[in-house]
């Protein structure tokens, strides 16, 4: 145990390669018992104390955040980096929500249990949210995962919990008010990771969270008003569907569907080809990646897929930190006009993690985003996969993670959130993520590491407090840039 980040994932585990897949070699994976498990974790907080994850203050050789972003800029498509700027210029928060690179940095320098697991990698609170399981019914976890990787657990967590002390300052929310909530959301990792060290391999699995159930128990907590607030809002998510998004982003032209341009921030293909580009064969071409992609999915998902006909691609703004990397929108009609299909084809680079916890087992990093977010959600979009793509318009060679565009999503708006609501709504986020960890790393040991005493969920609130001040000045950082002229921002889209 040290406060370095290594590289190799606990156990030894090697990755072979198998048709683009990379597999543990399930001889190395040691099997400890509990008692040693519990050993590991007491091991390493003797080596590194909970109180030790209190502390961040700025290395000297800090880089310059506004560098970092810059560097993500080169690899972006550059007539959307402004839009990118704008986003984040918005508050501290929105700022926040597109640095992850920043914060990954000054994460690598601080202490570690050098117990690890799979990260989120940007585990901000508007990364959480509902969606609909296949069976669909209404789930809450996180749902981005372009930055996921093996790595240690605490950094998810600080990324957190900072992301609801930065949030509850933007809301004005008192000194005591904004540690409760950081604390709540500590001791809901906490205690919940304690569960799961008591829970059978395929519990710890099987564990998700139901809104129905959450309904009901925070129906005694909320006033009605607040409470039907709430309900209308997971009506609006259960709205959300290929069917809702056809209705916004399409409409008939000469008895086809066509995606309606809104540029810059929805594009069709057409308008996007070089001179010369024939669209005829630009749609062959994006039908046979289609077909590839479909090898990513289980065969029954296949089937499905089949059923579907292609019509049309788009280029869509999506996100914060993801505004000007390469997203797409795939409209594909089934039985009829009335049974459309919304696919996003997302670009994936380099996790912003990777450079300071090492490279990915996976050659493809849709193929990275894909597998570890299967592995932390409890249920996954049915068309997840994955794709390497020569670029239509650049020649470019990129790897693609797909999934449907919209399927009941909802996020929490923050902004809206009074200070008991959002504490509760960090005990949901923090009980998702000590699940995900769960199943992906010991914890038990992890269990062991965190005690029962509130030294951790202490620490935690004192780091959050210290970060929350160092993105502030980040942010004053960039705005000062913006003012200068040094940066492009457009802002209101």
């Known amino acids: 145990m040290s406060d370095k980040v290594k590289p190799k994932n606990d156990g030894g585990s090697e990755p072979i390669s198998e048709r683009g897949r990379a597999y543990p070699s399930i001889s190395k994976v040691p099997h400890l018992t509990v008692e040693e498990r519990i050993a590991r974790g007491k091991a390493a907080r003797a080596e590194v104390p909970r109180s030790a994850h209190g502390v961040f203050e700025p290395a000297a050789t800090r880089s310059d955040p506004i560098a970092l972003l810059h560097e993500q800029d080169q690899t972006r498509v550059q007539d959307l980096v402004p839009i990118r700027y704008g986003r ?4 501290p928060f929105t700022f926040y929500r597109g640095a992850a690179l920043v914060m990954a940095a000054d994460l690598a ?3 570690t249990s050098g117990l690890r697991v799979q990260l989120c990698g940007d585990a901000h609170l508007s990364n959480f949210g509902v969606f609909a399981s296949p069976e669909r019914r209404l789930m809450f976890d996180a749902n981005d ?13 600080k990324r957190l919990a900072a992301s609801f002390d930065i949030a509850a300052r933007n809301n004005g929310y008192t000194d005591a008010e904004r540690r409760e909530i950081v604390l709540t959301c500590a001791r809901g990792y906490r205690t919940a990771m304690a569960t799961f060290a008591t829970m059978s391999s395929l519990q710890v699995w099987y564990a998700h969270l139901n809104i129905e159930e959450q309904l009901k128990r925070l129906a005694a907590k909320l006033d009605p008003t607040r ?3 709430l309900k209308k809002n997971l009506a609006k998510a259960r709205a959300r569907d290929s069917v809702q998004a056809f209705t916004k982003l399409t409409r008939k032209d000469g008895g086809e569907p066509r995606i309606v341009s809104d540029p810059p921030l929805i594009v069709p293909m057409e308008e996007l080809l070089p001179e010369g580009k024939d669209l005829d064969q630009v749609t062959d071409e994006l039908m046979g990646v289609i077909r590839s992609y479909r090898k990513t999915l289980e065969t029954d998902r296949r089937h499905l897929l089949e059923e579907y006909r292609f019509v049309q691609i788009a280029r869509k703004v999506v996100g914060v930190g993801s505004v000007g990397t390469r997203s797409w929108i795939i409209l594909l009609l089934g039985r009829d006009g009335g049974d459309p299909l919304f696919l996003q ?8 993690l990777e450079r300071f916890v090492g490279k990915s087992a996976f050659t493809n990093h849709g193929q990275r985003v894909v597998a570890g977010q299967r592995l932390m959600q409890a249920n996954s979009d049915i068309f997840l996969g994955w794709q390497r793509v020569t670029g239509i318009t650049d020649g470019v060679s990129r790897d693609f993670y797909i999934r449907q565009l919209k399927d009941m999503k ?3 708006d923050a902004e809206a959130m009074i200070p008991s609501g959002m504490a509760q709504y960090s005990r949901l986020c923090a009980w998702t993520l000590a699940r995900a960890h769960a199943r992906s790393g010991d914890r038990i040991a992890i269990a062991s590491y965190l005690g029962k005493s509130d030294v951790f969920d202490r620490a935690i609130a004192d780091f959050s407090a210290c970060y929350a001040e160092q993105n502030e000045r980040d942010y004053q950082v960039l705005t000062a840039a913006v003012k200068k002229g040094a940066i492009e921002v457009e802002t209101g889209l």
């Open 227 to 229: 409470f039907k607030a």
């Open 345 to 352: 084809a997302k670009e994936a680079g380099e996790s912003v």
């Open 109 to 111: 320098a601080t202490p």
């Open 145 to 157: 995962f372009d930055e996921t990787t093996p790595g240690p657990w605490e950094w998810d967590v």
């Open 88 to 91: 984040m210029l918005v508050s």
């Open 410 to 412: 909802g996020s929490a």
